[in-house]
C-alpha cells in the first residue's frame, strides 16, 4: 500500500455533521472542488455502491467498504489498484479531529500514484478545511 496523502483538521463541529456530509453524497461538489459530481445507489450504508465523477477525469465506481462511528472508508476500483479514502473522526475536550488519508494498493499503484497522486495530495488538505466549515455550518 503507498499513501498519497493525509490531512487533519479540528472542529467544534461533532462527528455527526461530518457523517451527515459525508451521507449527503450529491453535495459533495460543494466542498470537494476536485469532483463533479458523486451518486450514491441507495443509503449511506456499509457495502453501499456508487459512481463519482472527477472534473476532467472518467467516471469511477466506489463502494462505502468501511462504516461505523468512527470511520468511513471509500474504495474506487482502476485497473490494477485500489485508490482508498480513509476518513476518521475522533473526540477529545469537546473537539473533534477529522483525519482523512487516502492510499492506494494493487499491482499498478505506482503507475497511478504517477497519473493522479500530485492533483489528490493537493487537494486533500484543502478539501477537508472545506468540509469543516460547512460542518461547522460556514459557507465553503
Known amino acids: 500500500m503507498t499513501i498519497i496523502a493525509t490531512a487533519q483538521a479540528t472542529s467544534a463541529a461533532p462527528p ?7 451521507a449527503d453524497m450529491a453535495t459533495w461538489p460543494e466542498w470537494n ?11 449511506f450504508v456499509q457495502g453501499a455502491t456508487g459512481t463519482l465523477k472527477p472534473k476532467g477525469g472518467p467516471k469511477v465506481s466506489f463502494v462505502v467498504e468501511r462504516l461505523t462511528d ?3 472508508v471509500d474504495v474506487s476500483r482502476l485497473i490494477g489498484a485500489r485508490l482508498i479514502f480513509d476518513h476518521r473522526v475522533a473526540v ?15 499491482p ?15 487537494s486533500v488538505g484543502p478539501d477537508l478545511a472545506a468540509l469543516v466549515a460547512v460542518a461547522e455550518g460556514v459557507p465553503a
Open 16 to 22: 455527526a455533521a461530518f457523517f451527515a456530509k459525508w
Open 33 to 43: 472542488k476536485d469532483t463533479e459530481w458523486v451518486r450514491l445507489d441507495g443509503p
Open 70 to 72: 468512527d470511520a468511513f
Open 108 to 122: 499498478l499503484r505506482r503507475l497511478w500514484t504517477k497519473v493522479m497522486g500530485r492533483d489528490l495530495a493537493a
Open 92 to 106: 477529545a475536550d469537546g473537539r473533534t479531529t477529522v483525519t482523512v488519508t487516502v492510499s492506494i494498493e494493487g
